[in-house]
Antibody
Framework: QVKLVESGGGVVQPGRSLRLSCEVS????????MNWVRQAPGKGLEWMAV????????NYADAVKGRFIISRDNSKNTLYLDMNSLRIEDTAVYYC????????WGQGTLVIVSS | SYELTQPPSVSVSPGQTARITCSGD??????ANWYQQKPGQAPVLVIY???ERPSDISERFSGSTSGTTVMLTISGVQSADEADYYC???????????FGGGTKLTVL
């Protein structure tokens, strides 16, 4: 079955960096665009970034443009999110999700930005 | 920036029909998707491309569209349907995405 597993979350100080990973199985990763979506505690869903199936096209939400970088390694069936210059307001559960209709989601990884 | 507007809450009695709206100026030109999220769980796609239903989603869930508004309809509401529901569509660039603020469905 389809499975997406995020990892890499944790507690980090403001201004520091963190890398999230999303390992997938059960579908052809190399044929699928992928997204990162986050959810701050008690808040709604917020789309963060998208990457095309082969990695050549990327797009970001204004809130993270210039600080976050989405990438992928199709040989490892893994999606990444490099988060730099982290701010307190980046505290959230981060989900990876498949495709343009977000048909499959991981369970999320919690990132807490705190001094 | 482009926004999708949903009512914060909708309440219905068991067995009744719940209707959740989502409004956005670009919805006539862009598909909308709907997600169900229960507490502590990841979202689940329930409607895609305005009206299509994934094969593992109950027939009680349906989608419709009219002008700048899309609607999620849940017929024969059950207590298990109590959740937050989010609409989503493309943003003004057509490449990124935007979510509505979410609607909390309460089954009385």
């Amino acid at each position: 079955q389809v499975k997406l597993v995020e990892s890499g979350g944790g507690v980090v100080q403001p201004g520091r960096s963190l890398r999230l990973s999303c390992e997938v199985s059960g579908f052809t990763f190399s044929s699928s665009g992928m997204n990162w979506v986050r959810q701050a505690p008690g808040k709604g869903l917020e789309w963060m970034a998208v990457i095309s199936y082969e990695g050549s096209e990327k797009n970001y939400a204004d809130a993270v443009k210039g600080r976050f970088i989405i990438s992928r390694d199709n040989s490892k069936n893994t999606l990444y999110l490099d988060m730099n210059s982290l701010r307190i307001e980046d505290t959230a559960v981060y989900y990876c999700a498949q495709g343009t209709s977000l048909g499959h989601w991981g369970q999320g990884t919690l990132v807490i930005v705190s001094s | 920036s482009y926004e999708l507007t949903q009512p914060p809450s909708v309440s219905v009695s068991p067995g009744q029909t719940a209707r959740i709206t989502c409004s956005g100026d670009a919805l006539p030109d862009q598909y909308a998707n709907w997600y169900q999220q229960k507490p502590g769980q990841a979202p689940v796609l329930v409607i895609y491309k305005d009206t299509e239903r994934p094969s593992d989603i109950s027939e009680r869930f349906s989608g419709s569209t009219s002008g700048t508004t899309v609607m999620l309809t849940i017929s024969g509401v059950q207590s298990a349907d109590e959740a937050d529901y989010y609409c989503q569509s493309a943003d003004s660039s057509g490449i990124g995405m935007v979510f509505g603020g979410g609607t909390k469905l309460t089954v009385l």
